[in-house]
């Protein structure tokens, strides 16, 4: 399935099932596990990259090596954070969601990090960012699940606030994958994800179509 606006409410029901819970014991057993893996992170259940192999292999390769302490990242799709906890190493980090019940959840487990700037998102924007000001621009679970207009909507708003050289990270929906033809992931490939980059003005420097079961990696440029 296709997801042909906003209106999806595919996280926002994920993260009241699991704050719900079952039944009692189901949620206590929930909430350990939660604050045993990442300090009660939501998000967490899908794969922690500190933890899981592919991941960890995306993390060392596409996000550990351009972390540099005077440089600033955003990071879109937050959710409840699995991969923000990531780029603390930055200066500066915006974390910018669409949807304010996953902001939240995301606020209450980064209270404490002052460099850290929670943003809510008409869809595809980024409010309060100014221009030419993000060093690296990460995302990993968001635009899997959202269709090419609004893909290519957030390319279009990527490129004003991306410093000239600056590095991108997009995590997207394979549909030539079997795991990426359930419901929930968006229309995609890897040869229509490289024309719509290209189409904004950027330039491909890597991609990994293979560590990920349900999608693929392109890291691109100014």
Known sequence: MALSDLSSTLHTDQLKREIRGLWWPLRIARAIRRELAAGGIYGIQWGDPEVWTPLRFIRDRYVLPFIKPEH??????????RWTRQLLGFNRVYAVD???DLLVEFRRSFRRYKHVTAIRNNGTDFPG?????VDYILSFGCFGHINQGLISSYLANIR?????????VIHYSDKNKIMAQGSG?????????????????????DEDTTTMW???IVHFTI
Do not use: W
């Not at 004003?160 to 991108?168: D, E, M, S």
């Open 185 to 205: 992931f968006s229309d995609n490939t890897p040869e229509e994800m490289r024309a719509l980059v290209r189409r904004h003005g950027f330039r491909i420097i």
């Open 72 to 81: 600033t990242a955003l990071d879109i799709g937050c959710g409840g954070g």
């Open 214 to 216: 349900n999608g693929a």
């Open 98 to 100: 669409y949807y304010e």
């Open 129 to 133: 960012v100014p221009a030419q000001s």
């Open 160 to 168: 004003p606030i991306l410093k000239p050289g600056g590095n991108a």
